[in-house]
């Protein structure tokens, strides 16, 4: 099992073109090769999927069960990028409900209650390594994160029986972005992530307060993003993404395997 | 090499390191044939023994659930997914013996290998991954390997077979020398996941347990920790756990 506590979020991927983008030719806008400064919200439909393992091997001997949540996710990101590397820091929230068990072929709802929520937030360097690559306006850059993030979990047994969870930490992950922009009013990227996320776990069940019990752990993470983005005026864009994170939680007598797939959209102010 | 290569072949190096978790576990593949009695859906290759004895396999699983939970006195509990192969070799990654299983939970799910006969052998292990689920759902995580193995045996009902604590006792009277000490079972660091002695011995004890003093006071040891439980079990059973051990080997 292991989790998602996660990760880098990279809702913003989508935003980081913001940046190159972000060299416009109006009046507002900054010269080329000045930097520039980016402001982004997003927010979108996430969905959460979670397999607790038995053994942690390669593959894991993970559940054939899925439980699986949905909901909103929001986003915020700074950025500030030079010509040849940026920076940027990211907020993310995510809030799970409407959970249900998915087998190959059945969906059995969760029981009333059940919920998970993740913040996460990191910071970001990148270099962009290689320009004009092969074609005019393709890149490939790489980067390291810093990240933070706080994973809950309720999962009830029936009305009256819960257990919740907790897992927070922090790690690092190295990043490669290939990105295409090579047009005045649009470009695109795609951003794959790993890393890895040390953790500590706090579990409760609620038919004994003995059960609760506090350990650490630890998780790896694969972060892949795409992202795309058009501008509308010099300092105003518009920018969506899709992303898949996958993450493999493991601490005593508890490991995981989870999923997240999102799709966001959102504004982006430059100046 | 200019830094900037440099940094390249780092960030590739650090990125690669994962791509275990890019890929994640595999998914159940394959047909299957489903099954629905009142607290369990089980899932058999179609035309398979599982699939061909469903009813009887269903019954055996549904009479262990009303058992666990009388023992303990839970309310209710989930619906379980039972997956039934015909052999470990359907799975990836494989389970490890001829007839074997694993429970899952926090996903109220388990996967075992189920070929014929039905036998006290296959009730045992069906019955035994349930209790890991039904079990952790009433009380939680247990706090040692021990615990947690054991007591899925130790409430093994016996209405289809002598595979309970009739068994469990005649098999530790039988086995006397071969019986592990109890002080090295509640030790996590020394548990054999794929030893049947261990999961017997502590399955028998813990039988002795719940039969002698009842199920309150197993409860309050339940979640003891490895380093904690021998204080925990003196705290709650008024001796030493040496003392219980005794106990348990007098009356077998």
């Known amino acids: ?271 | 090499m200019s830094a900037n290569r440099l940094s390249v072949i780092v960030i590739a190096a650090l990125s690669m390191s994962a791509c275990d978790v890019a890929y994640g576990p595999t998914s159940p593949t394959g047909e299957w044939s489903t099954h629905d009695s009142s607290r369990y859906t089980l899932y058999a290759r179609p035309g398979s023994f599982a699939d061909v004895t469903a009813g009887a396999l269903l019954e055996v699983l549904e009479d262990q659930y009303t058992h666990t939970n009388a023992v303990f006195g839970f309310a209710e509990g989930p619906r379980i997914s039972v997956f039934l192969y015909n052999n470990g070799g359907e799975l990836t990654p494989p389970l490890p013996q001829a007839r074997a299983g694993v429970a899952f939970p926090e996903t109220n799910a388990l996967h075992a290998v189920a070929f014929a006969p039905l036998d006290n052998d296959l009730r045992s292990l069906i019955t035994h991954e349930a209790n890991h689920v039904i079990l952790q759902s009433g009380l939680g995580r247990a706090g040692t390997a021990f615990m947690n193995e054991g007591l899925a045996s130790a409430v093994i009902s016996e209405r289809y077979g002598e595979i309970g604590g009739t068994f469990l006792s005649k098999w530790a009277g039988a086995n006397r020398s071969r019986l592990l000490r109890i002080g090295d079972l509640i030790d996590d660091s020394k548990w054999d996941s794929n030893s049947n002695l261990g999961y017997n011995t502590s399955a028998a004890f813990l039988a002795f347990l719940i039969d002698r003093y009842g199920t309150a006071k197993l409860r309050q040891v339940y979640y003891a920790a490895p380093a904690d439980f021998a204080r925990r079990a003196a705290e709650v059973y008024g001796k030493p756990l040496e003392a219980l051990e005794a106990e348990w080997l007098a009356a077998i």
């Open chain 1, 1 to 271: 099992m292991r989790a998602p506590v996660i990760t880098a979020s990279l809702i913003a991927a989508m935003t980081i073109n913001a940046a190159a983008a972000a060299q416009p030719a109006g009046a507002n806008a900054p010269a080329a090769a000045d930097p520039v400064t980016g402001w982004s919200v997003t927010a979108g439909y996430e969905t959460f999927e979670f397999r607790d393992i038995s053994r942690n091997m390669n593959p894991p001997d993970a559940s054939p069960v899925k439980w699986r949540g949905e909901g909103p996710v929001v986003s915020a990101r700074y950025q500030h990028t030079r010509p040849r590397s940026s920076h940027a820091a990211d907020v993310t929230f995510s809030d799970f409900g409407h959970f249900e068990y998915v087998s190959p072929s059945r969906t059995i709802a969760g029981a009333g209650g059940d919920a998970g929520s993740q913040i996460e937030a990191y910071y970001e360097y990148r270099r962009h390594f290689w320009r004009d690559l092969g074609v005019r306006g393709f890149s490939l850059g790489g980067g390291i994160q810093g990240i933070g993030a706080r994973l809950a979990l309720e999962r009830h047994i029936s009305t009256a029986v819960e257990t919740s969870t907790r897992i927070a930490g922090g790690g690092a992950a190295g990043i490669v972005v290939a990105q295409f922009d090579r047009w005045n009013r649009f470009s695109a990227q795609v951003a794959w992530a790993n890393g890895g996320i040390v953790s500590n776990r706090h579990t409760e069940h609620s038919a004994d307060r003995q059960s609760a019990v506090s350990t650490s752990g630890g998780n790896w993470l694969s972060d892949l993003t795409v992202g795309a983005d058009y501008r509308i005026t010099p300092l105003l864009h518009v920018t969506g993404g899709w992303r898949t994170q996958a993450a493999g939680y493991s601490s005593s007598h508890m490991s995981f395997a989870a999923e997240r797939h999102s799709i966001t959209a959102g504004l982006v102010y430059v100046r």
